[in-house]
């Protein structure tokens, strides 16, 4: 790499391995919840239907199914989430919110928000954000060629 390409490189590094772990932290004090135990709650709020079989839910947070299963089991016996068998494949398991799942995702919402402000959107001028936006969506298409998985829009 060119000192140009390092720079960027080290930076988008730099920020993979401190905005998880802030995210981590606020969360974690203000809702007792992890990042990833926010973002299974809020795949769950946004599925259309009731549930979401475990396999889905796997794919829509980009983890394995045992390390799903794991955050699965605490936040079940937190009665965040509820599981059950899958009426139409009994080998599935599908996973819904309960009502203090959805009401702690709730609770938890504005000070994410309020951090992810503080982070990256209040320390960016517009333009800036507008050249993050156009930076992450092409990042985030390759990756999701690379990985096979559809692209967010």
Same mark, same amino acid.
């Given at each position: 790499?060119?000192?140009?390409?390092?720079?960027?490189?080290? *930076?988008?590094?730099?920020?993979?391995?401190?905005? &998880?772990?802030?995210?981590?932290?606020?969360?974690?004090?203000?809702?007792?919840?992890?990042?990833?135990?926010?973002?299974?709650?809020?795949? %769950?709020?946004?599925?259309?239907?009731?549930?979401?079989?475990?396999?889905?839910?796997?794919?829509?947070?980009?983890?394995?199914?045992?390390?799903?299963?794991?955050?699965?089991?605490? %936040?079940?016996?937190? *009665?965040?989430?509820?599981?059950?068998?899958?009426?139409?494949?009994?080998?599935?398991?599908?996973?819904?919110?309960?009502?203090?799942?959805?009401?702690?995702?709730?609770?938890?919402?504005? *000070?994410?928000?309020?951090?992810?402000?503080? %982070?990256?959107?209040?320390?960016?001028? &517009?333009?800036? $954000?507008?050249? $993050?936006?156009?930076?992450? *969506?092409?990042?985030?298409?390759? %990756?999701?060629?690379?990985?096979?998985?559809?692209?967010?829009?």
């Amino acid at each position: 790499m060119n000192e140009q390409e390092s720079q960027a490189w080290l *930076g988008l590094t730099t920020v993979f391995q401190l905005l &998880p772990s802030a995210l981590d932290r606020q969360l974690q004090r203000d809702s007792g919840l992890t990042h990833f135990e926010f973002v299974v709650l809020s795949a %769950l709020q946004l599925t259309p239907g009731p549930t979401m079989r475990m396999t889905a839910l796997a794919e829509a947070t980009d983890a394995t199914l045992p390390r799903l299963s794991h955050v699965c089991g605490r %936040l079940e016996k937190r *009665g965040l989430i509820v599981r059950s068998p899958c009426p139409e494949d009994g080998r599935a398991t599908n996973v819904g919110l309960t009502g203090d799942g959805r009401r702690e995702l709730i609770r938890s919402v504005p *000070g994410h928000i309020a951090m992810a402000r503080r %982070l990256v959107i209040d320390a960016l001028t &517009p333009d800036q $954000l507008d050249a $993050l936006t156009e930076i992450t *969506g092409v990042i985030a298409a390759r %990756l999701a060629d690379e990985s096979g998985h559809p692209r967010v829009t």
